[in-house]
């Protein structure tokens, strides 16, 4: 069970739009519409995003979206606001029941 | 609101045993699937078991063997054996449900440090 990757940091302005890409394989992000992002702010608990690739939990904002191209699934997020400045992560089911986390990205917002 | 509230966190010799706990509230928990994910610096977020409502059980590669999930129902709670632990175990642990494959809520976690 590898992990998915991810990029380590991005950053960008406020106002700005960005977004993370979390490769992985076949056999977990290409073979299952179950990739999942979490925000985690510092010694906080994830908190759910983007669940079956795009869809959003009613609390929230319309300000972040997920898609997926094959192996690669990506988590937008528009209009960055200070708030937004935390880590993000990606996860897949990797089976019937097992799932597999990216490395995490660390996003700065200028 | 769902709460979910984990413990029995703490300092272990390598090669002792740990027994944690998450205290769920605000959801029917006997309807729900539950899972523990563990986070460290250098690895990241890992998942590492599942119980199902049905207490069909899975595990990840890394504790296969070593750890042993379980529920009480009448007492709303999931539980986390730790046996044999290794420095590598040293993580926050985290409880969280999952719905239609993806970790809803989670609770604050609790710090397992194994260390000689």
């Known amino acids: 069970q590898s992990a998915l990757t991810q990029p380590a940091s991005v950053s960008e302005s406020p106002g700005q739009s960005i977004t993370i890409s979390c490769t992985g394989t076949?056999?977990?992000?290409?073979?299952?519409?179950?990739v999942s992002w979490y925000q985690q702010h510092p010694g906080k608990a994830p908190k759910l995003l983007i669940s079956e690739v795009s869809k959003r939990p009613s609390d929230v904002s319309d300000r972040f979206s997920g898609s997926k191209s094959g192996n690669t699934a990506y988590l937008t997020i528009s209009g960055l606001q200070a708030e937004d400045e935390a880590d993000y992560y990606c996860?897949?089911?990797?089976?019937?029941?097992?799932?597999?986390f990216g490395g995490g990205t660390k996003l700065t917002v200028l | 609101e769902v709460q979910l509230v984990e413990s029995g966190g703490g300092l272990v010799q390598p090669g002792g045993s740990l027994r944690l706990s998450c205290a769920a509230s605000g959801l029917t928990f006997s309807d729900s699937h539950m899972n523990w994910v563990r986070q460290t610096p250098g690895r990241g977020l890992e998942w590492i078991s599942y119980?199902?409502?049905?207490?069909?059980?899975y595990y990840g590669d890394s504790v296969r063997g070593r750890f042993t999930i379980s529920r009480d129902n009448a007492k709303n709670s999931v539980y986390l054996q730790m046996n044999n632990l290794r420095d590598d175990d040293t993580a926050v642990y985290y409880c969280?449900?999952?719905?239609?494959?993806?970790?809803?809520?989670w609770g604050l976690g609790t710090l397992v440090t194994v260390s000689s």
């Open positions: 969280a449900r999952d719905h239609d494959w993806s970790f809803h809520n």
């Open positions: 119980i199902g409502s049905g207490y069909n059980i």
């Open positions: 996860c897949s089911s990797s089976g019937p029941v097992t799932w597999v």
């Open positions: 076949g056999t977990d992000v290409g073979g299952y519409n179950r």
